[in-house]
């Protein structure tokens, strides 16, 4: 059963903006978090952003501060991360993970379900 399904990757020209969906089933949503990880070519997995689904509270890497914004939509199972004033370092294959996290939320094994992963191509 797929518990995570991301959407809306793509490419874009620098200082574009992109939205990503992640939709999630119902036990998957009843998670803690629902984080946003990247991994680009050569490089390890990241933690992006994460979403406290119970206060709404958002966490963001510093790398994306000020540019990228976490939501959720509870009566989706739904959360979205806006992707605004893209820059090229920002390519990479964007993955949404669920789980009840309870170190920093950027543990990668903390999540317990993960996404398949959608690509985001930013052009100079």
């Known amino acids: 059963q797929v518990q995570l399904v991301e959407s809306g990757g793509g490419s874009v020209q620098a200082g574009g903006s992109l939205r990503l969906s992640c939709a999630a089933s119902e036990y998957a949503y009843s998670s803690r978090y629902m984080g946003w990880f990247r991994q680009a070519p050569g490089k390890e997995r990241e933690g992006v952003a994460a979403v406290y689904i119970a206060a709404g509270r958002t966490y963001y890497a510093d790398s994306v501060k000020g540019r990228f914004t976490g939501s959720q939509d509870n009566a989706k199972n739904t959360v979205y991360l806006q992707m605004n004033s893209l820059k090229p370092e920002d390519t990479a294959i964007y993955y949404c993970?669920?789980?009840?996290?309870?170190?920093?939320?950027?543990?990668?094994?903390?999540?317990?379900?993960w996404g398949q992963g959608t690509q985001v191509t930013v052009s100079s």
């Open positions: 993970a669920a789980g009840r996290v309870y170190d920093y939320w950027y543990v990668q094994s903390e999540y317990n379900f």
